[in-house]
């Protein structure tokens, strides 16, 4: 089976200028470790652009594209934060402990732990992947433990623990069923059965082509009834097989 890139590997560090570093300062002898108060919108959105870029627009769990149909992306505290007085408040602000994921990922992970051991009260941030028992977004190389199969069918590669754990708490086996729906919907929002077409042949390269065909053949046969399931999978491959032409060089 095919797999999908995971777009980046880790996130390419960013460092936050003196001014910024003071700004949260102030922040947080005012307000405290409150994440959610409006004093600290101008540093979310910082975060936000720069992560953006950095994880090339993609959720840093599931890698599936950040779009507003999967939900608000969220910015997820990889230590969980917890309450204003809890230990690790602290690191709310750590660019480091930064990341941006999707609804289903942010949801699902909650405030599992993704430590190896707990952090020694007044310790600063660890900075080394072995501090943690998953796939850490700023320090371990993703493609190292995790596999994307076509259609967002997701492996622990060469049973990595880390990788396993980030499937497990993210539930990322969820995923493939979430997005075989999601494909659907997408497909019967089109006008006619040849827009359709052209909506489930840009959804190639995530899904494969033969079981785009056997996921959609008959959904659109039914839904359309202007042709056999045989006849739009054929009018499927055929529409690839033109866009392929057109992308060639
Ligand atoms: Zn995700």
Known sequence: MAEI????????????APPHKARIAGGVTAYGYQWNHSNFDWFKTLVNDRLRKRQKNRCCYCRRPLVF??????????VHKGST?????RFAFEAQNLALSCKDCNNNKG???????????????????????WVHPHFHRYSDHITIHQGWVYESKNKSPEGLEVIRKCMLD?????????????VDGAADLKAAVIRAVAMVEDVGLERLCRELGGHLSRKWRSASSAEVKQVI??????VQMIRMP
Do not use: C, M
């Open 237 to 242: 491959r055929d529409t690839h097989a033109a």
């Open 5 to 16: 890139p995971a777009h980046f590997e880790r996130i390419e560090r960013f460092w936050l």
């Open 111 to 133: 405030k599992k732990t993704v430590l190896a051991r707990a952090i020694r009260a007044g310790s600063n941030y660890p900075k080394q992947a072995k501090a943690f028992s």
């Open 85 to 89: 007085n809890s230990p690790y408040a």
């Open 174 to 186: 969820k995923l493939a069923g979430k997005e075989l729906a999601n494909r659907r919907v997408i």
């Open 69 to 78: 149909d999967k939900g608000h992306v969220e910015i997820d505290h990889i």
